[in-house]
């Protein structure tokens, strides 16, 4: 099953000449014959009007923030889902899945996660361990049967209209493999050429309420028993995979970087500057990185390493595609294919370079390669991208206390760091003590659903925890202990309710491109890097530190007073306190105390910034919007000083030919300092191209043909 999509500007209505192709999908089960197409959309500069119907391209049915699904039947939405705005907020006939199963007659289960009811098939209390939010169950056999991967999987369900469910469904969440066949009452069916009737129980799946999504009220799929042919899509299945830490997480633990983590990445880049030094164990460097990365053998992508190995054979020719930067820059997702087409494409090429005759190691293409390669390396040294976590698929179970966890692999007993991204602030980095269950699945991470949702506001429709055992950071671990102390830890974050949209699609399609989750995410990174310097300072830097900060904080009063920008009234206080210390002479005591006033302000703001910060991740499902105000008003409490790090790490130039930028001191400061100091530029170079030609007998050119190529080049 493959979906072909044309994209179009939805501004010039012109073709853009890329067919996006999306494998396994469930706009191809529930809209046989409709004909898609994706105009891309600028959140900026797409005004409702650009998104109308236009000649043959259809009209506008589903959104994914600058992707716009159009198709040439313009029902096709309403079928699916009564509310416009679930358009919008749920396009998941569009997620490509790895596989996609067609079940007929299937008998499910449907349970409401939060009551139990079940339709009176089973007790409440036995139901609500069965599922969980946006989790279910798929029988073992069942799955077998349809050539199903009994692991856990993430997955994307649709339900055409039918005799036990009259309207178009969709559902979307996790299903764990278990024995369901002893489940239930006995229910009688009929089998065979000669109808015998046969006493059946048990069930094939079971699926949550909350799995089902767009129809609500009235319209929603009731708890109870159904028999029914579904299209059931595996997006990902359960395994254990490699989780980067980075600065979002490690920049609220100081104490953890410069005793535990600054060690680790000095020995890294120790490591990698020796490496990039020889083009050979660069070459073996990217290798085992790709391999350990990708984990080709045991995530079954053999073929696609041998598919690769036998294009070698075409003169190598393929090495033109490393020059195409064009259109596929546009589109995320084209972009991301194309990276990984072509991570996958120079890996080949060096391993079977590195197991052969070592030529091509030093193509001016390849050096170019290794080149970014280890300038993206550096990158993740500098920022603690290099420090790993371990991640596993969430799971829910009633059977674990709120302090549990339940990694299967890991020792019991043990006590684990956890965590998830994005990461909102330190309370969404925690401990727990692991706890062995009777049933264990691989690749899978059990928790009690409450201190998911209450620390890292996870839920189980294919979130991801990471994890890490205390013993292997035990600084890490006790800074983690700390922070979330009741006097330290951050309040907890209120989920505001979700408020619907209004107006035409198209008009809701363009309110819901907006995304200010990396401009919130960053003020918090750059707040607490703030707040780490305060409590760095040393003794010689405080003075002239907090008077920045009073002349700082009494222009915001000015401003304040002449202008629109809004301050809560606790937050005004504090800072008219802290200013009227400026041009006033102050001892060592009260330096210290104004210091830590400033650390709780900057504090306070992140408590903020982490509920607009989930407003902000709800953004394509409702119409409730960031408080721009709350947003302005941190961002100016902060604007004293820029953490440059926030903008440099993005940048290509850091590491290729100079360190990273760096003016604090942050703990990501610190590990970019160190960082810094040991970087190297790369120094390999690359043989001329033209003794390489021996590659090409068969290709013959002129010197005017040549000198035409130097010229466009």
Known sequence: MVLKLNHFDTKTKQDTGIEEKLENTLAEYLFPGVEFSIGTAYPEATIPQDLEEYGGLGTLQFS?????????????????YPNPSDGAAYPLPFTPCRSFHELHNARVLVIDDVTGDSGGIIATSDAKKLVGDCK??????????????????????????????????????????????????????????????????????????????????????????????IGLGVKSVAKYRQHSLGTQILVNYPHAVKEEILPIIKQQAEELASSQKNPRELAQRYVESYEHRKALIESGNEETITEVDEKLSEKLAILDCFCCNTENEEINQEEELGTEQKDLLVYSLLKADLDGFCQLIEHPKIIAELQEFARKQWVDIATGRSIKFTSGLAQPSLYL???????????????????????????????????????????????????????????????????????????????????NLPVNRYPDIIKKEKVPYQGSFTEIAVSAMENKIGIIANEIQKNIALQCEIDELPQSMKVEYIQKVSKHLNYILSKHSYTN??????????????????????????????????????????????????????????ALRPDNNIIQSCQIITSYKE??????????EAFANRGMATNGLSPIDLMIQQTNQIFEENQITARPVEQFRNLYPEIKFTSEQKQLAQNIK
């Open 401 to 483: 206390q709120k302090d549990e966890i339940c990694i299967p692999y890991l020792k019991e007993g043990a006590e684990i760091i956890v965590t998830r991204s994005p990461l909102i602030n330190s309370n969404g980095v925690i401990t727990l003590k692991n706890k062995h269950l009777p049933r264990m699945l691989s690749g899978c991470v059990y928790i009690n659903p409450k201190t998911a949702m209450d620390n890292m506001q996870c839920d189980f429709d294919g979130d991801l925890l990471a994890f890490a055992s205390s013993e292997e950071f035990p600084k890490l671990a006790a800074e983690v202990k700390e922070k």
């Open 565 to 622: 920008l809004q301050l809560p009234g606790e937050s005004k206080n504090r800072i008219s306190q802290i200013a009227g210390t400026d041009n006033i002479s102050l001892d060592v005591n009260q330096v210290d105390i104004e210091l830590q006033s400033f650390k709780q302000l900057l504090k306070d703001c992140v408590s903020k910034l982490s509920n607009e910060l989930q407003v902000a991740t709800d953004g394509a499902k409702s």
């Open 64 to 80: 994914a923030r600058k992707r716009m699904y159009f198709a040439s039947d313009p029902n096709i939405r309403s079928l699916l």
């Open 643 to 652: 953490v440059e790090w926030l903008a440099d790490k993005k940048n290509p």
């Open 136 to 229: 279910g169950l798929i029988d073992f056999d069942f799955a077998r049967a349809n050539n199903i991967e009994p692991r856990a999987f993430q997955f994307r369900l649709g339900i055409r209209p039918q005799e036990q469910s009259h309207v178009m469904r969709i559902a979307k969440g996790t299903l764990a493999p278990t024995r369901l066949d002893k489940l239930g009452e006995p229910k009688l069916k009929v089998s065979g050429i000669k109808g015998t009737v046969k006493a059946r129980t048990g069930y094939d799946i079971i699926l949550a309420t909350s799995s089902f999504k767009g129809r609500k009220g009235r319209d929603a799929i009731k708890p109870g028993e159904y028999l029914l042919d």
